[in-house]
């Protein structure tokens, strides 16, 4: 089947103020998400008030192929 993965191009990650080793287990999580393909390009923003006590919140976007 198809991998959505694939077609996402950019994430935006918005981090409440968490501390270095949760920013790692994030990172490691991150990666492990996308093993085996190219992740796409991210950009990160610490100190974000995210809803319901949120630790991280990502948003991504994504360019599909058409469908013939």
């Known amino acids: ?4 993965r694939r077609d996402l191009v950019k994430c935006r990650v918005f981090l409440a103020n968490i501390t270095a080793a ?4 994030f990172n490691e999580v991150y990666e ?3 093993a085996g393909i190219a ?3 991210r950009v990160a923003f610490t100190g974000a ?3 319901i006590d949120a ?4 948003e991504c976007d994504a ?3 058409p469908c013939n």
């Open 32 to 34: 492990s998400f996308f």
């Open 49 to 51: 008030q995210l809803i």
């Open 63 to 65: 360019v599909l192929a």
């Open 39 to 41: 992740p796409p390009s």
């Open 22 to 25: 949760e920013q790692n287990e």
């Open 55 to 58: 630790k991280v919140e990502i």
């Open 1 to 4: 089947g198809h991998d959505w």
